[in-house]
């Protein structure tokens, strides 16, 4: 395991016991705890897309913020919904964040998960071509978006601008070089992550993927990772590509951990439908530091990926979460290989 960040889901409610009450908190929150993150020694600050929820939706103002406040932590979404997206306006927005981080953006984009309301990207003005599914729509957009960021030339140039130009078609601005190759794809089946390979993209393996065998969901996640990267090497794509992986991971250390997570949690496989397909969910890992060692090097899907995201309760504050991510980077993951 060669990083280790966060995954913040970005809830906010009005519940009396919640640290972040109003979206304005958990804006503010989440880039204090992705500073606190870096100053731990944490290699990544990651925000969940959603839209028409209380939860972080437009990630790039916060994505800017957070760069203009760290230094060496990657930054980056997982996943921006790119059923949603204008591919030349989200190019123009994710260049002007990387230049402000100073090209440290890691963009997790996909076609989404279900959402709080039906059909949401209609009413941002977008529609599937005929014979098009919502899901062939983010891909296309998605494709649109990388080809955008390769910062080629491809606007007729007014002859009589405003300002002069510079010879030949015009790309969008600002441009950030490198951005292109620290794009990821959010895949839930096999033949997506496949098809992420081919377009040269990052892997992105979250807690939930099509049940395909009816094995385990760790061994699932693994068998996907190595189908991406055998369809990487095909693609003759130089480099080697990265590989994300999240898991739900709570080391009980004090009596915090011991009230909020010490009854346990999800720690078996859970199938379910989305949207008539069947899903497996992964397991949560809680318990003291030995016992989640243990349990954790026998994670296939872990042990094949270079990148852990760790899920953090951002209702409870950033000194708790902090609390959280430094449990695991102290107790956890240096027996795993950390560092």
């Not at 130009?165 to 959010?186: A, D, F, T, V």
């Not at 997570?261 to 809680?286: L, M, N, P, V, W």
Request: charged residues 25%; hydrophobic residues 40%; aromatic residues 10%.
């Amino acid at each position: 395991m060669k990083k280790i960040g966060f995954l913040s889901f970005g809830h906010w409610s009005d519940e009396p016991a919640a640290a972040t009450r109003s979206a304005q908190d958990t804006l503010l929150q989440s880039i204090d705890l992705a500073v606190a993150a870096e100053e731990l020694g944490a290699d990544g600050a990651y925000f969940r897309v959603h839209h028409f929820a209380r939860q972080l939706a437009s990630p790039f103002p916060l994505l800017a913020a957070v760069g203009a406040r760290t230094k060496r932590i990657e930054i980056g979404t997982a996943v921006i919904d790119m059923r949603y997206e204008n591919p030349l306006y989200m190019a123009e927005d994710a260049g002007a964040a990387d230049l402000i981080a100073q090209g440290r953006l890691q963009l997790g984009i996909s076609r989404g998960s279900p959402e709080q309301v039906i059909d949401g990207w209609k009413y941002f003005g977008y529609q599937p071509a005929e014979g098009e599914s919502d899901a062939d729509m983010a891909r296309r957009h998605a494709e649109v978006f990388l080809n955008l960021l390769a910062g080629k030339g491809f606007a007729q140039p007014n002859p009589r601008p405003m300002f002069p130009n510079p010879p030949g078609l015009l790309r969008l601005e600002p441009h950030s070089p490198g951005l292109r190759n620290r794009i990821w794809w959010g895949a839930a089946s096999n033949a997506t992550a496949k098809w992420a390979a081919q377009l040269g993209m990052n892997l992105q393996s979250s807690t939930l993927k099509d049940d395909e065998n009816g094995k385990p969901f760790h061994v699932q996640q693994a068998e996907q990772i190595r189908i991406y990267r055998e369809a990487w090497k095909d693609a003759g794509h130089e480099g080697t590509p990265r590989v994300s992986v999240s898991r739900s991971i709570f080391a009980l250390t004090d009596e915090r951990d011991w009230m909020y997570f010490g009854r346990g949690g999800k720690e078996a496989d859970q199938i379910g439908f989305i949207e008539q397909t069947r899903s497996i969910f992964g397991r949560g890992y809680t318990g003291e530091p030995e016992r989640l060692i243990e349990e954790l090097r026998k994670d296939e899907g872990i042990a094949e990926a270079d990148t852990l995201l760790l899920t953090v309760p951002n209702t409870l504050g950033v000194e708790y979460n902090a609390h959280v991510i430094e449990n695991i980077l102290k107790h956890v993951a240096p027996a795993l290989g950390w560092r």
